[in-house]
């Protein structure tokens, strides 16, 4: 079992450009999250699927935000026209069927916005 | 609206000596309440859960927690500490029911250090 895998581990874009992140949840799971981690504001919710299906994605800013699962081995995280304040950690978990919530982390991906 | 509370931002203590982490929680509703832990430049961790019975719960490596209806908390406690608990620890609340089952809301987090 690799666990979640995030990729990339580290990412530097310049301001106005586009940002892609992916993560492969654990096979059997069925259920995706991003959540942002920054010191300010701490661990965020942006959204998740449940089967693939988007649940949920009251956290994601709504303009240059978006997400994506295309298939039940990836999910991606998409930032257009990136800003300074969007320089997180960005953290991707899945959830096993009937888990009661239990939620298994990557070890994130962080990005900087130079 | 759901939210965690952590009191202590940081907690110091000395390898060896026992140690309680304090969260408290608003909710309306049916939920689950959890911790996970983080070390540095790691993901999260599961340690335990708290949905419904017995009001301790156990976890890994020594780690326990009490649910109390009447404090709306849900502290985390160790015996006996060890330097590699060294980390940060999330208490964590979300609803069992509907869509918002599976979205946790994170309290701040406790930074947690052990001296050996």
């Known amino acids: 079992n690799a666990g979640v895998i995030q990729t990339p581990r580290h990412k530097v874009t310049g301001k106005g450009q586009e940002a892609t992140l992916w993560c492969e949840p654990i096979?059997?799971?069925?259920?995706v999250f991003w959540y942002r981690q920054t010191i300010v504001q701490g661990l965020e919710f942006l959204t998740y699927?449940?089967?693939?299906?988007?649940?949920?994605d009251s956290g994601m800013p709504k303009e240059r935000f978006s997400a994506q699962m295309p298939n039940q081995s990836h999910s991606t995280l998409k930032i257009q026209s990136t800003q300074p304040q969007d320089s997180a950690v960005y953290l991707c978990?899945?959830?096993?069927?009937?888990?009661?919530?239990?939620?298994?982390f990557g070890e994130g991906s962080r990005l900087i916005v130079v | 609206t759901q939210t965690v509370s952590q009191s202590d931002a940081h907690v110091t203590v000395f390898e060896g000596d026992s140690v309680e982490l304090r969260c408290n929680y608003s909710?309306?509703?049916?939920?689950?309440l959890s911790w996970y832990i983080q070390h540095h430049g790691r993901g999260l961790q599961f340690l335990l859960k708290?949905?419904?019975?017995?009001?301790v719960v156990q976890g890994v490596n020594g780690f326990e927690a009490e649910f109390s209806k009447s404090d709306s908390s849900f502290h985390l406690r160790k015996a006996s500490v060890h330097w590699s608990d060294s980390a940060v620890y999330f208490c964590?609340?979300?609803?069992?029911?509907?869509?918002?089952?599976?979205?946790?809301?994170f309290g701040h987090g406790t930074i947690l250090r052990v001296h050996p």
């Open positions: 699927f449940r089967n693939q299906a988007p649940i949920d």
């Open positions: 978990a899945s959830s096993p069927p009937n888990s009661g919530n239990t939620l298994y």
């Open positions: 909710y309306g509703g049916s939920i689950y």
């Open positions: 964590a609340v979300s609803g069992s029911t509907g869509a918002n089952t599976g979205k946790l809301t």
């Open positions: 096979s059997g799971h069925s259920a």
């Open positions: 708290y949905y419904s019975g017995n009001p």
